[in-house]
């Protein structure tokens, strides 16, 4: 009989290396055959376990957990997305079917486009699959870094110019310069806060608690704010909108240019999409804070939600 652990050997050469069956069998001095009955026996043997992961969430799980999420947040829409075992495709999943969902449920007439910033909205920005452009949405972004590095997920720059050119739409190069120089007079705050206030729809992902990645943020805050920030019991943000898991809000500010909590609170239409076990509870203090209209995330971390509060 063949040993869990060259049963393990194979399983990791096909299933993980992607060597071909052939290639195996090669090298193992058997038949293509023979490593077919190894990794049956490794399947049977409890070594390798297959997961089918269905494309899409039934209307039963939809209705239930969108009548759950508004028993418990109030919240008015939730987009669900399949959830499957990797962490990577599920992000990659909930970038498509957000981006499906925001192009379709949009119209392609003068919109204006409030864009947040971090990893999530990064990837948004580099979906090129749009059917249909959309080109006469604009976009501006909401927050404005300290400082920028290079290939940052922090880049409105980048982020508004990559929307720009995979969903369609237009930027306002001086627009864009006026966020540069946002702090520098009473009178380029008050035209950005203008425009703040004409938002048709606002995009943005759920940050998870500062603590917990401070020097991918180090460029957000003075040294001062920053440990301001770290010594709260804060559990994510929301454009640099902080909260706790109650959804008590704490918005740095003279730190940086973001979308007054004012403005926000009046939008009409905000989307935030988030997905992960490391999210819940920043999605449970997000929905919280009452400023959520529509949730995007996975049924999984849809499922974690409500077990962390059962």
């Given at each position: 009989m063949i040993s869990h652990?060259?049963?393990?050997?194979?399983?990791?050469?096909y299933y993980v290396k992607k060597k071909l069956q052939r290639e195996i069998a090669e090298e193992l001095g058997v038949s293509h055959v023979q490593v077919s009955k190894y990794l049956?026996?490794?399947?049977?043997?409890?070594?390798?376990?297959?997961?089918?992961?269905?494309?899409?969430?039934?209307?039963?799980?939809?209705?239930?957990?969108?009548?759950?999420?508004?028993?418990?947040?109030?919240?008015?829409?939730?987009?669900?997305?399949?959830?499957?075992?990797?962490?990577?495709?599920?992000?990659?999943?909930?970038?498509?079917?957000?981006?499906?969902?925001?192009?379709?449920?949009?119209?392609?007439?003068?919109l204006n486009i409030g864009l947040g910033w971090g990893k999530t909205i990064f990837d948004m920005a580099h979906v090129n699959s749009i059917p249909v452009k959309k080109n006469f949405w604009n976009y501006y972004p909401v927050c404005v870094p300290r400082q920028i590095r290079e290939q940052d997920f922090y880049d409105y720059r980048q982020i508004t110019?990559?929307?720009?050119?995979?969903?369609?739409?237009?930027?306002?190069?001086?627009?864009?310069?006026?966020?540069?120089?946002?702090?520098?007079?009473?009178?380029?705050?008050?035209?950005?806060?203008?425009?703040?206030?004409?938002?048709?729809?606002?995009?943005?992902?759920?940050?998870?608690?500062?603590?917990?990645?401070?020097?991918?943020?180090?460029?957000?805050f003075s040294?001062?704010?920053?440990?301001?920030?770290?010594?709260?019991?804060?559990?994510?943000?929301?454009v640099n909108h902080y909260f706790d898991i109650e959804?008590?809000?704490?918005?740095?500010?003279?730190?940086?240019?973001?979308?007054?909590?004012?403005?926000?609170?009046?939008?009409?239409?905000?989307i935030a999409i988030a997905t992960g076990l490391r999210k819940v509870v920043s999605i449970i203090g997000a929905l919280r804070t009452g400023l959520v209209g529509t949730l995007i995330t996975d049924i999984e971390t849809a499922k974690h939600v409500v077990e962390y509060l059962k």
């Open positions: 652990e060259k049963l393990f050997e194979v399983a990791v050469s049956k026996q490794a399947e049977e043997r409890g070594i390798v376990s297959v997961t089918i992961n269905p494309p899409h969430v039934s209307q039963g799980d939809q209705r239930w957990y969108q009548v759950m999420f508004k028993e418990m947040f109030g919240l008015e829409n939730l987009i669900l997305t399949p959830g499957v075992s990797n962490t990577d495709k599920t992000h990659n999943i909930l970038i498509e079917y957000a981006a499906k969902y925001i192009t379709d449920h949009y119209p392609n007439t003068q110019s990559s929307f720009v050119k995979n969903w369609g739409g237009t930027i306002d190069p001086s627009v864009i310069e006026f966020f540069r120089l946002y702090t520098s007079s009473e009178e380029l705050a008050r035209q950005i806060e203008k425009i703040w206030a004409s938002l048709d729809i606002m995009i943005f992902g759920i940050g998870i608690s500062f603590t917990r990645l401070p020097t991918s943020r180090e460029q957000l040294d001062s704010v920053a440990t301001e920030v770290g010594n709260k019991d804060l559990v994510g943000d929301m959804g008590n809000i704490f918005s740095p500010r003279n730190e940086i240019s973001q979308i007054p909590l004012e403005i926000f609170k009046k939008l009409p239409n905000t």
